[in-house]
């Protein structure tokens, strides 16, 4: 199973980004889904998890972003999105996509992707 995020950049205050989290290989089922991100100096911390992919599951966000970053998800593709407004410059950080996923091969899985940077800056 892999987790790859894309979508990071520079980004500036008020702008938008999009970031894109897909994961693959042999995945029956994805327990759940959710967007960390570590800025420099700072513990990883987390941004908006989803307990399931079902289209009414709770969506949980930190309250630093409520209102301005949404977590979607398509889920025939297992991809995640979040969608960045309003950006300020502490969401500079490295976002990482965390999956939870019982494969094919065995009890369940816990993936982390790379990350991705999101800097905001003029």
């Known amino acids: 199973v892999q987790v790859v995020e894309s979508g990071g950049g520079l980004g500036q205050p008020g702008g938008s980004l999009k970031l894109a989290c897909v994961a693959s290989?042999?995945?029956?089922?994805?327990?759940?889904m959710g967007w960390y991100r570590r800025a420099p100096g700072k513990p990883r911390q987390y941004v908006a998890t989803v307990s399931d992919m079902s289209e009414d599951s709770y969506i949980n966000y930190r309250d630093s972003v409520k209102g301005r970053f949404t977590l979607s998800r398509d889920v025939a593709n297992n991809t995640m999105y979040l969608q960045m407004v309003n950006l300020q410059f502490e969401d500079t950080a490295i976002y990482y996509c965390?999956?939870?996923?019982?494969?094919?091969?065995?009890?369940?899985?816990?993936?982390w992707g790379e990350g991705t940077q999101v800097t905001v800056t003029f």
């Open positions: 290989g042999s995945i029956v089922r994805i327990k759940s």
């Open positions: 965390k999956v939870d996923v019982i494969p094919s091969s065995g009890p369940h899985l816990e993936v």
